[in-house]
């Protein structure tokens, strides 16, 4: 279906498009024939955009807009041509399609569970047909914390940084709301037994190294009292030989 490309993105492209030929549910009926294409092409282009497989060729693009932004100084996009229109557009749209993690915590967390819910389930299907299971949608294996971290690092943050960059100051507080759910989910990721076992022995050497210091001290103490007696043992016996 489609070739293989883009087969999601297509398919709710061409079924958004069938929904405009039903009575009533063409919204674009009062635009003029240039109109109606030019709008046409901009939905196919931002949707397409939304492809997980393009998102590095987005990224790298928005990262030039934002460094020509500042080397002209002007520090005012001027989109006066289709590609730097459609390419902010495309941009503003897979913001929004990458936009959970920004969301408040609490919002953000529920829509985790359930997508990750979803990803599970696949997971158990493709089990029980003895199909190589997916990433992400082992339940027996995947960790929603660690997921998530890795999700904003290496996708989320990237993109909302970039994109911060291009609207300054205008999306700081969301790029703010996205690093402190990340630093949550960070502080939510459970030790590995193996990192358990790490964190014992340290607790353990710690506890010996205190346990060391203070016998130490105590004999140290012990030594200096024995000193001190002699000492006044030896002063004694001069005393009572000058008597």
């Known amino acids: 279906m ?24 063409n919204i674009f009926e009062n635009l003029s024939s240039k109109q109606r294409h030019t709008l046409r092409k901009m939905t196919i282009d931002m949707v397409l955009a939304t492809d997980m497989s393009k998102h590095m060729s987005l990224l790298a693009d928005l990262k030039t807009m934002v460094e020509t932004k500042k080397v002209t100084g002007s520090g005012v996009l001027l989109l006066d041509n289709y590609t730097d229109r459609i390419q902010v557009l495309q941009n503003m749209v ?3 399609d990458l936009s959970n993690p920004t969301k408040p915590l609490e919002l953000y967390s529920e829509w985790t569970r359930r997508i990750m819910e979803e990803f599970f389930q696949q997971g158990d299907r493709e089990r ?22 890795g999700f904003i690092d290496y996708i989320v943050h990237p993109l909302w940084e970039t994109w911060a960059d291009l609207v300054h100051p205008d999306a700081q507080s969301i ?14 990721i459970p030790l590995s037994p193996m990192a358990m076992l790490q964190h014992s022995r ?21 030594d200096m009292t024995l000193e001190e007696e002699e000492d006044n043992l030896r002063e004694g016996e001069n005393s009572h030989g000058s008597l």
């Open 175 to 188: 790029l703010d709301q996205l690093e402190e759910n990340r630093d949550w989910y960070q502080s939510q």
């Open 128 to 149: 029980e047909q003895g199909l190589d299971i997916s990433p992400m949608c082992d339940r027996h294996i995947a960790t929603i914390e660690k997921s998530q971290v």
């Open 94 to 96: 897979h913001c929004s």
């Open 2 to 25: 489609y070739n293989d490309e883009s087969v999601l993105e297509n398919h709710h492209l061409a079924v958004a498009f069938k929904l405009q030929q039903q009575p009533g549910c």
């Open 202 to 222: 340290e607790e353990t050497n710690n506890n010996s190294d205190r346990g060391v210091r203070k016998s130490t001290d105590v004999k140290f103490q012990f």
